[in-house]
């Protein structure tokens, strides 16, 4: 099956930074609203760019990063197609048209937070870890209680770790985009594959591993875990990926593979 151009809705406005952000968000857009379903080929190159209005750099960028993401995948001769559409339960959240600003938040809070995770190496007081472990702790008690969603648990660990930071300006940075955290949760919680006690596992065991190497006082493992934390993140809210996740590796040797 091919895309056709004549029946497919008109894509979104744009709020993306970037041309590519703009080119990625239209083609999700469309997938994820299921007029480009499984199996369907996408337009060739030159008129996939006049249907979506951006330039050819911008869209094989954009096409780059789907395939990366797992969504589409392109053969020599055969051209681009969808090959795992992700959930519609973003659109029900995100507006079509924030959907490459989400994204660029993301991409924001991957550096910010990283680095935060950094400087929270070396600067943490005893009290910022004490912050940071009953926040891990209250994450943990909520797997086994069905009334918690992990939203403020989520939250407190992101805001311990900033202040821990002793730097004003991360604080005021990383309590910015604590709106596009609690978004993150509130579609994580209603995907349909995702069981609640799984997600709150899987947030608990990766800030967990956070703050063991924080406790370590080894900055560039903390960045590390911080920025896979983050993209994880993403990939989970706008593809539906889980990634399989070690409980409480809280040794500096141990990591994520």
């Known amino acids: 099956m091919t895309a056709s151009p004549e029946n497919t809705a008109p894509a979104p406005a ?31 190159e030159a008129e996939l760019a006049r249907l979506l209005e951006v330039p050819r750099p911008a869209l094989r960028q954009a096409l780059q990063r789907l395939r990366l993401d797992g969504i589409v995948e392109s053969r020599q001769g055969a ?11 973003v659109l029900d959240h995100v507006d079509a048209g924030a959907i490459a600003e ?19 190496a070396s600067r943490a007081t005893s009290d910022d870890l004490s912050a940071m472990e009953a926040a ?42 604590l709106p596009a955290i609690r978004t993150g949760v509130t579609i994580a919680i209603t995907l349909p594959h995702r069981a609640r006690e799984e997600r709150l596992a899987t947030m608990a065991a990766e800030h967990r591993d956070i703050l063991g190497r924080i406790s370590a006082r080894d900055a560039e493992g903390a960045r590390t875990l911080m920025r896979r934390h983050i993209e994880d993140a993403r990939r989970r809210v706008f593809l539906g990926e889980t990634r399989r996740h070690a409980p409480h590796a809280s040794s500096p040797d141990q990591s994520e593979t």
Not at 15 to 40: C, F, K, N, S
Not at 79 to 89: D, F, Q
């Open 14 to 44: 744009a709020l993306g930074r970037t041309p590519r952000d703009t080119a990625y968000q239209r083609i999700y857009h469309r997938i994820t609203a299921g007029e480009w379903g499984a199996g369907t080929r996408l337009p060739p």
């Open 79 to 89: 051209g681009t197609r969808v090959i795992n559409p992700p959930s519609r339960t």
């Open 102 to 120: 989400t994204l660029a938040c993301y991409e924001y809070r991957t550096g910010l937070e990283g680095e935060a995770a950094f400087l929270a």
């Open 136 to 177: 891990c702790q209250a994450a943990e008690r909520g797997i086994y209680d069905p009334s918690v969603i992990g939203m403020e648990e989520d939250t407190a660990f992101h805001l311990a770790l900033a202040r821990a930071t002793d730097n004003p300006h991360y604080i005021q940075s990383i309590s910015a985009v």
